[in-house]
């Protein structure tokens, strides 16, 4: 099924794209984007559109979500310390975690992450390459066996939560249009007044911004296929199946059966590096979600930029000690990054179909996506209200 992993990675590329095409050309933060949806309900403070009460539903698996990928790095701190306990090591890096975003030292450190995420990325495509001369090599029969455009519905849980989190994930998505107002580029194209200079502006940030989508697409692709390749040429090979307490033990086979023994500590480093910056990722961005969402409710005035700085920093001090709390409940991160995935799926027509909405409706046609983008918009629409369909009637029936 590599095809389906490719399909994940890639059919969200452009959503990613064409949702931050719309924030950083209204203004709008994503949350104010969700609640333009048609469709209002009533809430404590007047009415507000359905998407955000979903968008509050998602955050209990988002957090199950959490708690399986500090749980996985917890898991690659044993490898390295063997003396530590599964629960003890996720408490250290819930502390750790707490500690580097209340300070906003994480900032300092992210550059280090970035160092050993490419390391491990540049490993694991040499790891592919040495399994060619093992016993575990893949053939040209297997290639094109994962082009066989095959879906047994034995996997289709499975399957549905690794499009769901695979590649830029629904989270992701929203998360990176508050990098882009954070990082400025609405700011610098300005409020729209129709002139040549807002429409150079704006062509020029968009530049930006597919410069942006286009190299996370290259390194998913990069990091994914090989690191897919090993874990079907060695752990199906070898009838492995990473759950528990040994997922990151299972998963380092795919290092030390072609790499050597030796080389469990640098799966072991390169593995916390990517769990643990992706715990780090993803509670500062889910920090961004809480004030925004008292806005849209009417609980918090968009001037009160004390209390959203204050709101952020509490989320960062808080919320890793519920990922604690959840992996300490479950400890069983795949099970807890699946339950993550399927509702991940199911938000994605959402983000789709908004986007698809409101770049018609209240973008300039001049800075609306082209023929072709938003055809494969559609398209994408189409394909993921089936998966979200899928994911409802295959989980939750």
């Known amino acids: 099924m590599l095809w389906w992993v490719l399909l994940s990675c890639w059919s969200k590329s452009i959503l990613q794209a064409e949702l931050a095409r719309y924030v950083v050309l209204s203004g709008d933060t994503y949350l104010r984007a969700l609640n333009r949806t048609p469709g209002r309900i009533p809430g404590p403070r007047g009415r507000f559109s359905w998407p955000l009460l979903l968008g509050l539903i998602a955050f209990v698996p988002g957090l199950t979500g959490l708690g399986g990928i500090i749980g996985g790095a917890g898991q690659a701190l044993v490898l390295l310390f063997p003396g530590l306990t599964p629960v003890t090591a996720v408490a250290i890096l819930a502390l750790s975690t707490a500690v580097l975003l209340g300070s906003g030292g994480y900032r300092r450190l992210e550059k280090l992450m970035l160092l050993f995420v490419f390391t491990f990325t540049c490993l694991t495509l040499i790891s592919a390459g040495l399994m060619q001369g093992t016993e575990y090599a893949t053939r040209w029969e297997d290639v094109k066996s994962a082009f066989d455009f095959e879906f047994s519905t034995e996997f289709a849980v499975l399957?549905?939560?690794?499009?769901?989190?695979?590649?830029?994930?629904?989270?992701?998505?929203?998360?990176?249009?508050?990098?882009?107002?954070?990082?400025?580029?609405?700011?610098?194209?300005?409020?729209?007044?129709?002139?040549?200079?807002?429409?150079?502006?704006?062509?020029?940030?968009?530049?930006?911004?597919?410069?942006?989508?286009?190299?996370?697409?290259?390194?998913?692709?990069?990091?994914?296929?090989?690191?897919?390749?090993?874990?079907?040429?060695i752990l199906h090979a070898t009838g492995q199946q990473p759950s528990g307490n040994e997922t990151i033990v299972a998963l380092s086979n795919m290092f030390t059966l072609t790499l050597g023994e030796w080389s469990i500590w640098i799966f072991a480093v390169g593995a916390f590096s990517i769990l643990f910056s992706s715990t780090l990722a993803g509670v500062a961005a889910g920090g961004r979600y809480i004030p925004d969402y008292l806005m849209e409710l009417g609980f918090l005035s968009r001037s009160r930029l004390d209390v959203r700085y204050a709101v952020i920093k509490w989320y960062g001090l808080v919320v890793p000690f519920l990922g604690l709390l959840l992996y300490a409940g479950f400890q069983r991160p795949v099970l807890m990054v699946t339950v993550a995935g399927s509702f991940a799926a199911i938000m994605l027509p959402v983000q789709s179909g908004l986007t698809l909405y409101l770049q018609a409706k209240r973008l300039p046609k001049e800075v609306q996506p082209g023929r072709l983008a938003r055809t494969f918009l559609q398209v994408t629409f189409l394909f993921q209200l089936g998966m979200a369909a899928a994911v409802i009637y295959f989980v939750l029936l």
């Not at 700011?187 to 020029?204: E, H, N, Q, T, V």
């Not at 530049?207 to 897919?228: G, H, K, S």
């Open 159 to 233: 399957a549905l939560a690794a499009y769901g989190y695979t590649g830029v994930n629904s989270g992701e998505i929203s998360s990176y249009s508050y990098w882009c107002i954070e990082k400025g580029y609405p700011a610098r194209i300005g409020a729209f007044d129709g002139s040549a200079a807002w429409y150079a502006r704006a062509r020029g940030w968009l530049r930006v911004l597919r410069t942006d989508v286009w190299i996370t697409l290259v390194i998913l692709t990069l990091a994914t296929v090989p690191f897919y390749l090993l874990g079907a040429g």
